[in-house]
């Protein structure tokens, strides 16, 4: 049972809103920097369920980037019911995450509920910051403490926007560095917040092996040593969590593997990311992912990134084959069983 928990999905309304029409476009921010690809695939729910076939992926689950950090409700609600509906249009083969503007009040509160109880979802899509914020500012405890109560899962993924650091304005740096610094910030900043101590049952599944963070353990627990650094008495630097760092990386979150992003390479630089990330984390934390149609898009380069992860060993083959997918979604087998044919 292969399910893919990193592929995207734009409702073709709002591709078009972009000016997407037959080929793939980037768009850029004010500073001439480029924020995101858009590419035509994102919205053709036919050429995915073909690519799923080719490659041997049963279930995708679905995220839409126009919603990991949108401020509309209403934009909002139009995402959830098209991820809906993409899920009732290819029963077993799709699961949407939903979409909320996580600092919204009241109002969002309720789409959260929404998202669980009408519509099914298993979790949300949210970005590394929110409107500028880091995802563990107070502003966004109501969102964290929901999504914990209704035993949704919360997907972080890249912010959708290059980070405001002048460093990075050149070599599309933003996208390649950028995003993943943000990851591993989110990472560090929620686990010093005592959010996960707060909330012991709340699941939070990272893009692309969180950026690596694990492997920077030893330098972040070296820093955590506040008496030793001086910090221990200067408020926004003391902060620390009630358990050591490594709990929380080997018990408190999860992984996908995608972010290699090669779209020529796809069996060779993907599987050698994998390979690598299984070493840093620990293997019943890791779920598989493409990162479709974003890092690879033609069917047989994610059919040869399929084969090549396979290849690596039992414990690829382990996570490829879905050891840890129910961890995060409880229902996937009733969902697949609901597969036309079975």
Not at 77 to 86: G, L, S, T, V
Not at 139 to 145: A, G, I, K, Q, S
Not at 171 to 180: K, N, P, T
Not at 202 to 214: D, E, K, R, T, V
Request: glycine fraction near 8%; include cysteine.
């Amino acid at each position: 049972m292969i399910v893919d928990f990193q592929h995207h999905y734009i409702p073709k309304k709002l591709l078009e809103a972009h000016g997407v029409k037959n080929s793939v476009i980037a768009e850029f921010n004010a500073e001439g920097n480029p924020r995101h690809l858009y590419s035509p695939l994102l919205g053709d729910l036919d050429a995915h369920i073909r690519m799923m076939d080719h490659a041997g992926i049963d279930i995708a689950v679905l995220t839409c980037n126009e919603g990991f950090d949108n401020p509309s409700l209403d934009a909002c609600k139009y995402i959830n019911q098209e991820m809906r509906k993409a899920e009732t249009d290819y029963p077993g083969r799709i699961i949407s995450l939903g979409a909320v503007p996580a600092l919204g009040g009241p109002e969002a509160v309720k789409e959260i509920g929404r998202c669980a109880q009408e519509y099914g979802f298993p979790g949300i899509g949210i970005a590394s910051e929110m409107q500028g914020l880091a995802l563990d500012a107070p502003e966004l405890r109501p969102f964290w403490n929901t999504v914990a109560d209704l035993g949704l899962y919360v997907f972080v993924h890249p912010l959708p926007r290059v980070i405001n650091w002048p460093q990075v304005y050149k070599d599309d740096l933003g996208r390649m560095l950028g995003w993943e610094f943000s990851l591993m910030v989110a990472v560090v900043r929620l686990i010093n917040s005592r959010l996960l101590d707060d909330l012991p049952t709340l699941n939070i599944q990272w893009a692309h092996y969180a950026a690596g963070a694990a492997r920077y353990l030893t330098r972040i627990n070296a820093f955590q040593q506040r008496e030793r650094l001086a910090t221990v008495n200067v408020p926004n630097h003391n902060r620390r969590p009630l358990k050591p760092f490594e709990h929380y990386f080997e018990h408190r979150f999860y992984y996908d593997c995608a972010g290699w992003s090669g779209h020529e390479h796809a069996g060779q630089w993907g599987s050698e990311w994998v390979r690598i990330g299984l070493q840093e984390v620990a293997l019943p934390r890791v779920v598989f992912a493409t990162d479709y149609p974003q890092a690879v898009s033609e069917d047989e380069h994610v059919a040869d990134y399929v084969a090549a992860v396979r290849a690596i060993g039992p414990n690829a083959r382990a996570m490829l084959d879905g050891m840890n997918a129910e961890k995060l979604i409880p229902n996937l087998r009733d969902r697949l069983g609901k597969r036309p044919g079975r």
